[in-house]
């Protein structure tokens, strides 16, 4: 939820398996308590470009036990003096902070892991994210007539078509002229 000009977490709706929420380039200065009631499994949690301005807000992220990562950057809480101490000072749980740990080590991309993991195996995994093959042929069988439409709606459908392409699954008639074309090819 990137850049969609949210000024509130309020209507956010309970999303306990959630573990990496962007809230980045928001209009959010507060309510934030309203994460851990609601994502409690947080690990991951990007503010950043956000009206942040006081740790006082960010105190309610302490309840977000799981919380490893949180990215404040561009926000006004970071032109506080000492702010990085004080945000891991005040939220023990995090290991990172706007990308760097308290030693400055940059945080790894979780891109990069999984690359690491088996670089050959990416590949295939890659491809694969577009759905297997046999999916392709489950979504062309419901066209055929495993839709939720009605009779009447889909062969209005078909009649839309048949003046481009001609009903589904019938040859498409020549016209005398191209007749014994292709035969001599």
Partial sequence: MANVELTSLAKLPTLSKLRKLELSDNIISGGLEVLAERCPNLTYLNLSGNKIKDLGTV?????????????????????????RDSIFELLQQITYLDGFDQEDNEAPDSEDDDDEEGEEDDDDEDEDEAGPPGEYEEEDDEDDGGSDLGEGEEEEEDEDDDDDYGIRGEKR???PEDEGEEEDD
């Fill in 173 to 175: 008639k020549r016209d």
């Fill in 59 to 83: 105190e309610a992220l302490q309840n977000l036990k799981n919380l490893k990562s949180l990215d404040l950057f561009n926000c006004e809480i970071t032109n506080l003096e000492d702010y």
